[in-house]
């Protein structure tokens, strides 16, 4: 099993310009996340999905939308990029609730 | 609301000496409670977690709900233990995780 997969693992955007983050996963886990990783202050939810067709906000959705069509994939959009949502993104999943999350291995994002 | 509090964001200590990373949560029910480990340039990967009651690379945790404190420990730090560390609080009946600020621990030779 690859486990989780990111890519790019390095973007560097403009700003106003939009991309998609790739996440997929071959563990057949229902939940999926995706977290960004700030210094000082640790990992913060951005959305998540509970299954195929299911999304919900975190706690700093502004700027990003989701979709979840496969249990595989859960893609991540900068509708329009700006300097503030420069980061780590990491994706994560898991089986069930209250069990352990796979991470990817990250995308650094960079937005001048 | 649900939080997870890690008051140090840098601990140093020399090698061999013993480690303590400190985490409280606030949460009025049965928390899950876990330790990730983020090693330079890696992705986060679960340490321990408080059901499994075990030790990983000789550090272990001990869930006080009297305290609402998940401190992880270790006798004796090595080198190879550098790195970031995450204490994640998840909910009964809920998928998320909630994520404290993260300590890094530095071991000095």
């Known amino acids: 099993n690859a486990g989780v997969t990111q890519t790019p693992k390095f973007q560097v955007l403009k700003t106003g310009q939009s991309m998609t983050l790739q996440c997929a996963q071959d563990m057949n886990h229902e939940y999926m996340s995706w977290y960004r990783q700030d210094p000082g202050m640790g990992l913060r939810l951005i959305h998540y999905s509970v299954g195929a067709g299911i999304t919900d906000q975190g706690e700093v959705p502004n700027g990003y939308n989701v979709s979840r069509s496969t249990t595989e994939d859960f893609p991540l959009r900068l509708l329009s990029a700006a300097p503030s949502q420069t980061s780590v993104y990491f994706c994560?999943?898991?089986?069930?609730?209250?069990?352990?999350?796979?991470f990817g291995q990250g995308t650094r994002l960079t937005v001048v | 609301a649900q939080r997870v509090t890690q008051p140090e964001k840098l601990l140093s200590v020399f090698k061999g000496a013993p480690v303590e990373l400190k985490c409280n949560y606030s949460y009025s029910g049965s928390p899950e409670l876990f330790w990730y480990v983020q090693y330079s340039r890696q992705r986060l990967q679960l340490l321990l977690r408080?059901?499994s009651r075990e030790s990983i690379k000789g550090f272990t945790a001990d869930l006080n709900k009297g305290e609402t404190s998940f401190h992880l420990k270790k006798p004796f730090a090595q080198e190879e233990d550098s790195a970031m560390y995450y204490c994640?609080?998840?909910?009964?009946?809920?998928?998320?995780?909630?994520f404290g600020t993260g300590t890094r621990l530095k071991v000095l030779a």
């Open positions: 994560a999943s898991s089986p069930y609730r209250g069990t352990e999350a796979f």
């Open positions: 994640a609080l998840s909910t009964s009946g809920t998928y998320k995780y909630i």
């Open positions: 408080h059901i």
